[in-house]
C-alpha cells in the first residue's frame, strides 16, 4: 500500500500559549479536516521552545489524528525565526504553512491557499485575504497582493502578516532572521517578506481565506514594539539598485494589473466582508471554539486595508536610492546642513584630509535638517555624494528622515565609517538607532555645551552627554575639537574614557602677512555668526564706552545669521561701530585694516575665526568660555577675559582690553607674534592630517604617474 503523501507542512511554533493552544488546535484541525476531504494531507511540525509542562500536556492531550504525520521537537532558541528554521528542516511537505499558538483560522483555510498556490506557481508567498482581529483589540484588515502593493511600502510598515504558505524551497533559500527580544532589530516577519520580494518573489493572497488573530497585551509583537527600535535587520530589498529596479517592474506591473484598483470606503469594505454568507459561517464556525470572536464585534469595528497609498516614505527613499545607486562608500557623514561656519568647516576639513589620504574613497553626505540661507556644499571635496533632505525629503518628520538614513547606511559595507556631528538631527538618529551601530566603526563629533545667561548666572541648557552616557557602548569614537570638552567628560562620566579623541581644527596661515594700514592699530575688527549665542548684542555697549576713552577707535563688524535670531539694526546707531553684512570666508575681509580681533560668545569650543585670526596676526581679545583658553592663553597669545554674565559688565571688561592695547602697540605685536606661532605649531594642515591619518588607521596613498 503506497503511504499518502504529504502536501504541507503546518509548523506551529509554540512557546508558553497552555491557555490558548487547545483552541488553536482544535481550529487547525478543522481546517485541516475540510482540506483532507478533498484530498488534501497534512503534517503537523510543533515546534516547542523553551515551553512550559502546561503547554506540553495541552499538546500531548489534544486530538491530532486528523494529520499524516506529526512531529514534536523542543529547541532552546528564544527566538521565533531560529524556531521556524527548526521547525521547515524538521518538514516533508512541498508546501509549509507558518503557524502561531494562539490563532485560529477559516476552516478553508488549508484547503483555498494550497489550490491557490497550484494554480499561481511555486514562486509566491500566499496570505489570507483577510485578517479579523479579536481579543485586546477587534478590527478587519483587507490584504491586497504585491500587484497593488508596492516594494516602497515595505520601507516603513510591515504590508503582511506571519502567517503565510510558500513552497519549502523558497523557505530553505530566504531563512528566517534570528531577531530576539531586545533592543536593536525586531521583526522577522516583515524581514522575511522584504527579502522574498527582493528575490523576484510574487505575493498573492487568497479570497476567501481568514486568519483570526488574537490580540495579546503580552504577545511578542507588543513585547517587539516595547523594546526595539521597530525597523528589521537589513535586507537586500533595500539595496538601491534592487529596490530601483523593484520600483520600476511594479510601476510597469501596476500599469498592467493594478490601475483601477483604489482603497475602498471603510464601511462598504466592512459590509463587503461581512456580510459574505461565507464569511457569516467562518465567523459562527470559529466562534464554536472561540466565543471571544464574535459576528456583533465585527459591526463596529475598525476595518482598513493594507492598501492605503500613496507611500511618501517609500518614494523619498527612491528617490535617494536614485542619487547613490551602487557607489561604495568608505564614510558617511551625518550633518544638520552646510552653512558657513566653523562648525561646518571643521567637517570641511575633515573630508579634505580623508580625500587627500585616499582620493579614490567615496564619501555619502546626508544633510537632515532644513536650511533656507547658504550653503557651502559647492565646497565638498569631489568625491561627496550629497543627499539633502531639506531639497528630497522636505515634507517628511524628522524621524522619518531618520528611518532613511539608516535605510542608506544599512546598504554600506561593514567597514564603512560613520561619522555624526552633534545637532538636532543627529542626536535625534543616534537616539533612534544607536544600538545598531555597535558593529560599525561609528564617530560622534562632540562639541562645546550650549550655556545661556539668566538672572546673571549662566548655565548649560544643552549637552549630549546623556546621549553620549546612554550610546557609549555603541560608539566607536567620541571626537572633540578640544582637551577641555574632554576633560570635562572625563571628569563627570568616568568610564571608556579611551573612546575620547582630540582632533584640532586646521588653520592655514599665510607665509607673509599683509602690510598694515596707517590706522589699523586704532581699529577693531569683529567677525561671527549675528546670532544670540555669539551674544553681538554686547557689541554696542562696548563701542559706546570705547567712544568715551577712544574716540578716534572703531569696530567693524561682519556675520549673517544662521538662524535668525538677532536683528543687525541695533548694530547701526553708533558712529564707531559699522556693519557691513555677511562675508564668504575670513580671507576676503580687509584685514590690512585692522590689528585688533574681538571676539564675543556664550559659549564655545576653540572657534575656527580665533583661529584665523591669529594665523593672519591679529590680537585677539575674547571670553574664557568653552576651550577658547587652550588657544587664546592670556597675556601670551592674546588676552583672556572672564566670561561676566552682567552684559555691563562685560562690556566694560572688553572696553579695558581693547584700550590697553591701544594704549601698548608693542604688546599688541608681541601677543600677536605668539598667537601666529601657537596656530602655526599646533593646528597647521599638516599636522591636522597626521592627525587624521592616526585617528582612523589610515596610511596616505601615494599616486605614481608614468
Given at each position: 500500500m503506497v503511504e499518502n503523501p504529504i502536501h504541507a507542512s503546518i509548523v506551529l511554533n509554540i512557546h508558553r500559549e497552555a491557555v490558548f493552544l487547545r483552541r488553536t488546535l482544535l481550529s487547525l484541525s478543522e481546517a485541516g479536516a475540510f482540506a483532507r476531504s478533498k484530498g488534501i494531507y497534512l503534517e503537523l511540525i510543533a515546534v516547542l521552545d523553551r515551553t512550559d509542562d502546561e503547554t506540553r500536556q495541552v499538546l500531548s492531550s489534544s486530538d491530532l489524528s486528523i494529520y499524516e504525520k506529526i512531529k514534536i521537537i523542543e529547541v532552546d532558541n528564544g527566538s521565533l525565526g531560529p524556531s521556524r528554521n527548526d521547525g521547515i528542516n524538521q518538514s516533508s511537505g512541498e508546501y509549509i504553512f507558518t503557524a502561531d499558538a494562539d490563532d485560529l483560522v477559516s476552516y478553508n483555510y488549508f484547503h483555498d491557499i494550497l489550490i491557490e498556490a497550484h494554480k499561481k506557481g511555486n514562486n509566491a508567498l500566499y496570505f489570507p485575504e483577510q485578517v479579523f482581529c479579536f481579543g485586546g483589540e477587534y478590527?478587519?484588515?483587507?490584504?491586497?497582493?504585491?500587484?497593488?502593493?508596492?516594494?516602497?511600502?515595505?520601507?516603513?510598515?510591515?504590508?503582511?502578516?506571519?502567517r503565510l504558505c510558500a513552497h519549502r524551497d523558497i523557505f530553505l533559500s530566504i531563512p528566517y532572521a534570528d531577531v530576539r527580544l531586545q533592543r536593536g532589530y525586531a521583526y522577522e516577519d516583515w524581514h522575511f517578506n522584504a527579502e522574498a520580494v527582493a528575490f523576484g518573489v510574487d505575493i498573492h493572497t487568497v479570497p476567501g481565506t481568514i486568519l483570526f488573530y488574537r490580540q495579546r497585551p503580552d504577545s511578542l509583537l507588543k513585547a517587539a514594539d516595547a523594546i526595539s527600535i521597530r525597523q528589521i535587520p537589513p535586507t537586500r530589498l533595500f539595496e538601491p539598485t534592487v529596490y530601483l529596479k523593484l520600483s520600476e517592474s511594479h510601476e510597469q506591473r501596476g500599469r498592467v494589473e493594478g490601475e483601477n484598483v483604489r482603497s475602498e470606503r471603510p464601511e462598504r469594505l466592512r459590509i463587503r466582508l461581512t456580510e459574505h454568507p461565507q464569511t457569516k459561517d467562518f465567523i459562527a464556525r470559529a466562534n464554536a471554539i472561540?466565543?471571544?470572536?464574535?459576528?456583533?464585534?465585527?459591526?463596529?469595528?475598525?476595518?482598513?486595508?493594507?492598501?492605503?497609498?500613496?507611500?511618501?516614505l517609500g518614494a523619498a527613499y527612491r528617490d535617494l536610492c536614485d542619487i547613490v545607486r551602487d557607489r561604495d562608500f568608505s564614510d558617511v557623514f551625518l550633518l544638520p546642513f552646510m552653512s558657513r561656519g566653523g562648525a561646518e568647516k571643521y567637517f570641511l576639513h575633515l573630508m579634505e584630509a580623508l580625500y587627500e589620504l585616499d582620493p579614490f574613497k567615496d564619501f555619502l553626505v546626508v544633510l537632515g535638517e532644513d536650511l533656507d540661507n547658504a550653503r557651502w556644499t559647492g565646497r565638498l571635496p569631489p568625491n561627496a555624494v550629497v543627499v539633502d533632505m531639506a531639497v528630497h525629503c522636505r515634507a517628511l518628520s524628522l524621524d522619518e528622515r531618520c528611518v532613511l538614513t539608516l535605510k542608506l547606511i544599512e546598504t554600506c559595507s561593514s567597514e564603512t565609517r560613520i561619522h555624526m556631528r552633534q545637532s538636532i538631527f543627529v542626536d535625534r538618529f543616534l537616539g533612534l538607532y544607536g544600538v545598531v551601530l555597535?558593529?560599525?566603526?561609528?564617530?560622534?563629533?562632540?562639541?562645546?555645551?550650549?550655556?545661556?545667561?539668566?538672572?546673571?548666572?549662566?548655565?548649560?541648557?544643552?549637552?549630549?552627554?546623556g546621549l553620549i552616557s546612554d550610546n557609549l557602548d555603541y560608539l566607536s569614537k567620541i571626537v572633540c575639537d578640544s582637551m577641555t570638552t574632554i576633560e570635562k567628560d572625563h571628569h563627570r562620566l568616568g568610564l571608556q574614557t579611551h573612546k575620547w579623541h582630540c582632533l584640532h581644527a586646521p588653520v592655514e596661515a599665510p607665509a607673509v602677512l599683509p602690510s598694515r594700514e596707517n590706522n589699523a592699530a586704532r581699529r577693531v575688527l569683529w567677525a561671527s555668526r549675528l546670532d544670540t549665542e555669539k551674544r553681538p548684542s554686547l557689541l554696542p555697549l562696548?563701542?559706546?564706552?570705547?567712544?568715551?576713552?577712544?574716540?578716534?577707535?572703531?569696530i567693524d563688524v561682519f556675520g549673517g545669521s544662521v538662524f535668525n535670531g538677532f536683528d543687525p539694526f541695533i548694530l547701526e546707531r553708533l558712529r564707531n561701530l559699522q556693519?557691513?553684512?555677511?562675508?564668504?570666508?575670513?580671507?576676503?575681509?580687509?584685514?590690512?585694516?585692522?590689528?585688533?580681533?574681538?571676539?564675543?560668545?556664550?559659549?564655545?569650543?576653540?572657534?575656527?575665526?580665533?583661529?584665523?585670526?591669529?594665523?593672519?596676526?591679529?590680537?585677539?581679545?575674547?571670553?574664557?568660555?568653552?576651550?577658547?583658553?587652550?588657544?587664546?592663553?592670556?597675556?601670551?597669545?592674546?588676552?583672556?577675559?572672564?566670561?561676566?554674565?552682567?552684559?555691563r559688565d562685560m562690556a566694560s571688561s572688553y572696553m579695558q582690553a581693547i584700550q590697553g592695547l591701544l594704549d601698548d602697540p608693542g604688546l599688541a605685536r608681541e601677543l600677536a607674534e605668539k598667537g601666529r606661532a601657537h596656530v602655526r605649531r599646533v593646528h597647521s594642515p599638516d599636522v591636522h592630517m597626521k592627525r587624521v591619518a592616526e585617528l582612523f588607521g589610515i596610511q596616505q596613498r601615494h599616486l605614481q604617474y608614468a
Open positions: 478590527s478587519i484588515i483587507a490584504y491586497k497582493g504585491l500587484e497593488v502593493i508596492p516594494p516602497q511600502t515595505f520601507v516603513d510598515r510591515q504590508p503582511y502578516i506571519s472561540e466565543p471571544s470572536i464574535s459576528a456583533e464585534r465585527y459591526k463596529t469595528c475598525r476595518v482598513y486595508e493594507n492598501f492605503t497609498g500613496p507611500y511618501p555597535k558593529d560599525r566603526e561609528s564617530v560622534y563629533y562632540r562639541f562645546s555645551d550650549i550655556e545661556r545667561i539668566k538672572d546673571g548666572q549662566s548655565s548649560i541648557v544643552a549637552s549630549p552627554l562696548i563701542a559706546s564706552r570705547l567712544s568715551r576713552s577712544a574716540p578716534d577707535a572703531h556693519y557691513h553684512g555677511p562675508y564668504n570666508g575670513f580671507g576676503t575681509l580687509p584685514l590690512s585694516r585692522f590689528s585688533i580681533f574681538l571676539y564675543t560668545s556664550l559659549h564655545d569650543g576653540i572657534p575656527n575665526v580665533i583661529l584665523e585670526a591669529m594665523s593672519h596676526g591679529l590680537t585677539v581679545i575674547a571670553p574664557n568660555v568653552g576651550s577658547i583658553s587652550e588657544v587664546v592663553i592670556d597675556g601670551e597669545t592674546g588676552i583672556l577675559l572672564p566670561s561676566l554674565a552682567d552684559d
